[in-house]
């Protein structure tokens, strides 16, 4: 059983450019959420995509977008690249059930990021 | 709105010890998740851990067991029988009743497990 698996493991970019992280869910799963992760920090949320719309928002820029396909699978688009987008970018994905405070998140290895 | 505090920015443990990583919250949902993970080098974000609020039971999975104190707003990670893999980064997290996906992360406790 596959668990969460990201795409690519690692990513240089410079400034200005445009990218786009992978993501499929854990098998059986129907929810993605994306997270940033500076360094020596705590994950930040991204967003969070179920049935393939924006469900919940965290406090980033309208530069990071997503999308979500039927298969689940999920991809985190971030544009106009800042050095401050140097990060972990973790993907975890969840099965809902219909309530949030049980929703058990399974997570990647993440896409290190870094912006020259 | 929610928040984790973890104020041991570092523990030691001998290997085969037991050893307890704080932490403390703070929210308004009057149903929440609470979450432990752990994150080696490699950057992975493992799960671990999850409790309820409305558990009455303390989780356990294996080697981790979760003190919950309810009234005290704290949920603390027992990890028994340490052994070296265990050296990592440890987060506590949150999951407030309508947060959807929304886990408010501590700041985390590094562990290091001595030989």
């Known amino acids: 059983d596959a668990g969460v698996t990201q795409s690519p493991t690692h990513l240089i970019k410079t400034r200005g450019q445009q990218v786009t992280l992978r993501c499929s869910p854990k098998?059986?799963?129907?929810?993605v959420s994306w997270y940033q992760q500076a360094l020596g920090q705590g994950p930040q949320f991204i967003f969070q995509?179920?049935?393939?719309?924006?469900?919940q928002r965290g406090n980033f820029p309208d530069r990071f977008s997503g999308h979500q396909f039927p298969n689940y699978s999920s991809e985190l688009n971030v544009n106009a690249l800042l050095l401050g987008d140097s990060a972990l970018y973790l993907c975890?994905?969840?099965?809902?059930?219909?309530?949030?405070?049980?929703?058990?998140?399974?997570f990647g290895s993440g896409t290190q990021l870094s912006v020259l | 709105a929610q928040k984790i505090t973890q104020t041991q920015p570092g523990m030691f443990v001998q290997e085969k010890e037991a050893v307890t990583l704080d932490c403390t919250y703070d929210?308004?949902?009057?149903?929440?998740?609470l979450f432990w993970y752990k994150q080696p080098s490699s950057g992975e974000m493992i799960f671990l851990i999850y409790?309820?609020?409305?558990?009455?039971q303390n989780a356990t999975e294996g080697r981790y067991s979760l003190n919950f104190q309810k009234a005290r707003k704290s949920a603390n990670l027992v990890i028994s029988a340490s052994q070296l893999g265990d050296s990592a980064m440890y987060f506590c997290?949150?999951?407030?009743?309508?947060?959807?996906?929304?886990?408010?992360f501590g700041q985390g406790t590094i562990l290091t497990v001595h030989p």
């Open positions: 975890a994905s969840s099965q809902w059930r219909g309530y949030s405070a049980n929703e058990k998140l399974f």
């Open positions: 098998s059986g799963h129907d929810t």
């Open positions: 995509y179920y049935e393939e719309e924006e469900r």
């Open positions: 929210t308004s949902d009057p149903s929440y998740g």
């Open positions: 409790q309820g609020s409305y558990d009455q």
């Open positions: 997290a949150i999951l407030g009743g309508t947060s959807y996906g929304k886990l408010t």
